[in-house]
């Protein structure tokens, strides 16, 4: 498994795991977390935008066109911004920490 952590609105962090190939979306809905991930993984929704830990962010597949047009409407996105449910995790990825915005 690998470990990651989530940063919930409230400011506090709690651990959680993920299998390899899995995304960070159904991580955090495993864990718990409230995010809601209404469409699914098709990039049409951005209910799964997450602040990835700068020192992870160079780690992530580049988003694709698609995810990047669905970010440019999220008002509080940052560069570190990604949506949930397109990160797929690998153990590269043990220790990463996503923050709910
Ligand atoms: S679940 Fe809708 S954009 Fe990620």
Redesign the pocket.
Known sequence: MIALSFIGRDGHALPAEASPGETL?RAGQRAGQPM??????????????VLIDPAYIDLLAPPSPEEED?LDLVPDATRFSR????IVMDDRLDGLTARLP
């Open positions: 979306l809601e991930g209404t469409c699914g993984g098709q990039m049409s929704c951005a209910t799964c935008h669905m949506l949930a449910c397109q």
